[in-house]
């Protein structure tokens, strides 16, 4: 059994680099206070960083991302510094990071309580990033070895595409973090949906976290609605709706953990003891619809 947390992350503006660190380190103490191991927040959390810019540079779209490159190393230095005083495991959110072609990718690192391991690129680009933010899609996908179990990442509209997924889950992934960032409720939905479908069809526990809240000071996170989620084939011993909890409000005013416990075992055992197995027919579908 693990005690995970996602957080249902509201955007605030904090204009100093002590006041965000203060804020970061007092909401994972937080966390792992109530015992969570494993801390997740949202797609584009680390683009709070742009609050420390001038008005004008932090209310500029492109300016915002190119304005915060020279924070990243203090960043992660502070995660880091995070991970390993509370003896967790964090993925801190996603940031944009130009990378030495000069594009940037929208990235998500996971710390542990020994240092950084690796990070995630999101595969999959929404036409706001695309066309307006000019976010560049990153390649490949990785499954990280933790004392929790095997994790994967798929950064919000990555959820919506199922061989991502499946490509995780291949790689031995248990437990994917769904980090969000969408500013309609039916944008929430259909990561939620997606994280729900890709759990079902993996026959693996994802979990979702959020950001919500107003943030007129930035372009890029301005509005933002979401619930937090865990995700879990409905199954024997699984709950019937495969959903083992959700946080309470849609967009609370504040910063909010979900934590729950997952048993990965548990999970393992439905895909060789449950009503379906829908992980192990996967290929026989190719199979069927294949053309003569």
């Known amino acids: 059994m693990i005690r995970i947390a996602a957080c249902q992350y509201a955007i605030e503006l904090h204009e100093s680099w002590e006041a965000y660190a203060?804020?970061?380190?007092?909401?994972?103490?937080?966390?792992?206070e109530r015992g969570a191991q494993l801390l997740v927040l949202p797609e584009y959390a680390g683009l709070?960083?742009?609050?420390?810019?001038?008005?004008?540079l932090r209310g500029d779209l492109l300016a915002s991302i190119e304005g915060i490159q020279p924070l990243l190393q203090d960043w992660?230095?502070?995660?880091t510094g995070i991970a390993a005083k509370l003896g967790v495991y964090l993925q801190p959110g996603s940031l944009p990071v130009r990378d030495a072609?000069?594009?940037?990718?929208?990235?998500?690192w996971l710390f542990g309580p020994g240092g950084e391991l690796g990070f995630q690129d999101k595969l999959m680009m929404t036409r706001f990033e695309r066309e307006h933010?000019?976010?560049s899609a990153g390649q490949g996908l990785r499954v990280f070895d933790t004392s929790l179990g095997r994790l994967g990442i798929l950064i919000c509209y990555d959820n919506e595409f199922p061989l991502l997924a499946r490509t995780l889950a291949e790689g031995g992934a248990d437990l994917i973090l769904?980090?969000?960032?969408?500013?309609t409720e039916a944008g929430y939905h259909r990561v939620?949906?997606?994280?729900q479908a890709r759990a079902l069809e993996n026959q693996v526990a994802v979990l979702q976290s959020p950001t919500v809240g107003l943030a007129p000071w930035s372009p890029a996170l301005d509005e933002n609605i979401g619930r937090a989620g865990l995700?879990?084939?409905p199954d024997y011993g699984m709950p019937r709706d495969g959903v083992i909890a959700e946080s309470a409000a849609l967009c609370p005013g504040s910063s909010q953990w979900l934590i729950c416990d997952l048993d990965l075992d548990e999970v393992r055992r439905v895909r060789n003891e449950g009503q379906v197995f829908t992980r192990r027919d996967w290929p026989e579908q190719f199979e069927r619809i294949r053309p003569a």
């Not at 939620?192 to 994280?195: D, L, P, S, T």
């Open 22 to 32: 203060r804020h970061l380190e007092a909401l994972c103490a937080e966390a792992a």
């Open 48 to 56: 709070v960083l742009s609050g420390q810019l001038a008005p004008a």
């Open 76 to 79: 992660r230095a502070l995660c």
């Open 101 to 108: 072609d000069g594009r940037y990718r929208n990235r998500a």
């Open 133 to 135: 933010w000019h976010i």
């Open 178 to 183: 769904a980090p969000s960032c969408t500013d």
């Open 192 to 195: 939620r949906i997606g994280a």
């Open 231 to 233: 995700y879990v084939p």
